[in-house]
């Protein structure tokens, strides 16, 4: 049997919601899990509101494998992500003495309370020290916290992404240049066939060498091979431009 696992993102950030930064760190995410085998189930954006985020934490962290949190955990007066995790798990913020040790030895004689405030865990936080990224990530039960910024997001993942290591999607993709329209009977007839399967349709305009690119995956690659050879011979003749 197909080894599943499933995640959530939630990204933190008014500056998102507002459209003044542009997130990037979701379709990234969505991307890296899927090679690696994960079904990201759910991004969700919200305020920087302690209020908010514990709900978010409550209502997700229990219905998925890996809960990601992107934003929120710099020195300024608007990174709550921690006092929300908290808060959502019902449990303390405290200052990690590790954490301490190593803002100090950096920052020197220019420490202050801002900096150390970085230093803030959710109690029972296990620091990650994986691969060769300056500051360890936070891992509390199934909630990884990572940073907004999408370079420091990229590179804590990628760090730790055999943590998350499940058995892979298989992908066929037929390129069509039929409409969706006429696509779509032969689309639910295979899936009347095969109800497992992960099916997909996505149009594509003003492109002239085909109208729709159709993606069919499964974690069982003999399963997969079946669908794809059934939609095949439905297809009327000429409808396919070319497959992967």
Known sequence: MARDRNAALIVVGNEILSGKVVDTNS????QQLRVLGVSLT????????V???AEAVR???PTVDFLFTSGGVGPTHDDVTIAGVAQGLGRKVVRDPALEKMLRDF???DVNDAKLK???VVEGTELLFEGDVRFPTMLVRNIYVLPGIPEIFREKFNAMRQRFAADPFH???IYSREMESTLAAFLNRTLESFPELLLGSYPKLNNPEYRVRITLESKD????QRAFEALMQMLPPGAVVRIE
Do not use: S
């Open 27 to 30: 379709t990234f995410l969505a």
């Open 42 to 49: 759910r991004v969700l954006v919200i305020p920087d509101e």
């Open 51 to 53: 209020g908010t985020i």
């Open 59 to 61: 209502t997700i962290a």
């Open 107 to 109: 920052f020197g004689q």
């Open 118 to 120: 970085m230093a803030e």
């Open 171 to 173: 992908l066929r993709v």
């Open 221 to 224: 690659a003999l399963y997969l």
